[in-house]
């Protein structure tokens, strides 16, 4: 069975600062989704990871995917408070997984001034 | 276009009622997908549909039950409601539900079993 984990589970920042969230997980795969989620709203995708070496960047989030160790990580650059919420990493098992996606605990992110 | 929709936002239910739930996917998309989201198990898949059939199921007890019509769109059933099935609901809609098909979420339906 496909497990996904994530660490820091809890992660508290102060504006400005440099921080990476990482997500491993059991099983081959090579489509790795991170999502962004804001209190009592649905998941907002942030990055798709199609391949071995994908990275992808948008505004202070930066993703990456190394499908031979199994881990993902999300970069956090000069963190601004607008960036407070839950990332969640997901995986695609792959096969005959229609519309299932295996998801980590979430990493709850504050950024204080 | 016009994102995934669900309805209803909020649901009060008492126990051993039952709940339907909706979802309207994006236009053009075919497979539909529900989750459910609680503090304690965070989010499981429940069950995709792709034209009006289920290919993939969680493990989640007969309870638990879904159905997608003609047009895409997609109901899910709760029976005998437990205080447990409180929950978010989450709906995901996608072209094919496979690996090259991102999901693409609605906001959700807030379930409260009292």
């Known amino acids: 069975e496909l497990k996904v984990e994530q660490n820091p589970l809890f992660l508290s920042m102060q504006e400005g600062k440099n921080y990476t969230i990482y997500c491993n997980y059991s099983?081959?795969?090579?489509?790795l989704y991170w999502y962004r989620q804001d209190p009592g709203k649905s998941l907002e995708s942030l990055f798709v990871l199609l391949s071995n070496g994908a990275v992808k960047q948008e505004g202070r989030l930066m993703a990456s995917l190394d499908t031979k160790a199994r881990l993902s990580t999300l970069h956090i650059t000069a963190a601004v408070h607008d960036l407070s919420a839950t990332y969640f990493c997901?995986?695609?098992?792959?096969?005959?997984?229609?519309?299932?996606?295996?998801f980590g605990q979430g990493t709850i992110l504050t950024v204080h001034p | 276009k016009a994102g995934v929709t669900q309805t209803p936002r909020y649901l009060i239910k008492t126990r051993g009622q039952q709940v339907t739930l909706s979802c309207s996917p994006i236009s053009g998309h075919r497979s539909v997908s529900w989750y459910q989201q609680t503090p304690g198990q965070g989010l499981q898949f429940l069950f995709e549909?792709?034209?009006?059939?289920?290919?993939n199921k969680g493990n989640f007890p007969g309870r638990f039950s879904g159905r997608q019509f003609s047009n895409s769109r997609s109901e899910m059933n709760v029976s005998t409601l437990e205080l447990g099935d409180s929950a978010l609901y989450l709906c995901?809609?996608?072209f094919g539900g496979g690996m090259n098909s991102p999901l693409h979420f609605g906001n959700g339906t807030r379930l409260t079993v009292t």
């Open positions: 549909y792709f034209s009006e059939t289920q290919r």
């Open positions: 099983t081959t795969s090579d489509r």
């Open positions: 995901a809609s996608s």
């Open positions: 997901a995986v695609f098992a792959g096969g005959t997984s229609y519309g299932k996606l295996t």
